[in-house]
Structure formats: structure tokens, C-alpha cells
């Protein structure tokens, strides 16, 4: 059974910077794709970043092209979400999500979930 568990969310002020993780389980990921989304109050769940479990491949939304910077570590099975120069309009709850094959941004072609982490950015 694949099981996803992110960490590292916490309050920070802005302009600070964060590590996210998430840890994977329960399979071998070589063809999948990771990709962390996040939740603001009020909102839609949206894409923020992806990384291809095999190659160099990742993608990132326009909002955080430049300040978040996903990587893998494949020995630890951890996927992490580098942020920095964080934004109040960056607090949500972050969640990472999996799926098989190449990086896409739609909530629904992922098919499986962590349980998410918040992040609070004070002004």
C-alpha cells in the first residue's frame, strides 16, 4: 500500500524559508512522478511544483518559479519542496501526491496522497 507522510510545515515570517518532505513507501517509484500541491482557505487545491521519480524532469507553477525548488533523494525514498523568499499568499496546507508517468498539474491524475502539512507565512 503506498503511503505518502509529508513534514516540515510550520509558521515563519516572510521572506523565510522552508523544507518540506515528503516520505514514500509501499512501492518502487521508478516511473512515477511527485508533486506537491497546496490548499489555502476558500480555495482550490492547486499545483505547485512536480519531479519525475527517474531523470531530471520538474515543473513548477509561474507563482513559485524561482523560490521553490523540489528534489529527490531516491536512497531515502523522499521527495522535498525547498521554499524560499516566502509570501504570505504562500500559506496553505502543502500536500505531495504521486502518480505513474510524466508530470501533469490536474489534482485529479494523481492517485495517491499525503495527508498534508500547513504552512503559515506572517506578514
Known amino acids: 500500500q503506498v503511503q505518502l507522510v509529508e513534514s516540515g510545515g510550520g509558521l515563519v515570517q516572510a521572506g523565510a524559508s522552508l523544507r518540506l518532505s515528503c516520505a514514500a513507501s509501499?512501492?518502487?517509484?521508478?516511473?512515477?512522478?511527485i508533486g506537491w500541491f497546496r490548499q489555502a482557505p476558500g480555495n482550490e487545491r492547486e499545483f505547485v511544483g512536480g519531479?519525475?521519480?527517474?531523470?531530471?524532469?520538474?515543473s513548477y507553477a509561474d507563482s513559485v518559479k524561482g523560490r521553490f525548488t523540489i528534489s529527490r533523494d531516491n536512497a531515502k525514498n523522499t521527495v522535498y519542496l525547498q521554499m524560499n523568499s516566502l509570501k504570505p499568499e504562500d500559506t496553505a496546507v502543502y500536500y505531495c501526491?504521486?502518480?505513474?508517468?510524466?508530470?501533469?498539474?490536474?489534482?485529479?491524475?494523481?492517485?495517491?496522497w499525503g495527508q498534508g502539512t500547513q504552512v503559515t507565512v506572517s506578514s
Open positions: 519531479i519525475m521519480w527517474s531523470g531530471p524532469s520538474t
Open positions: 501526491a504521486a502518480k505513474r508517468w510524466g508530470i501533469v498539474r490536474g489534482t485529479y491524475d494523481y492517485e495517491y
Open positions: 509501499g512501492r518502487t517509484f521508478g516511473t512515477y512522478t
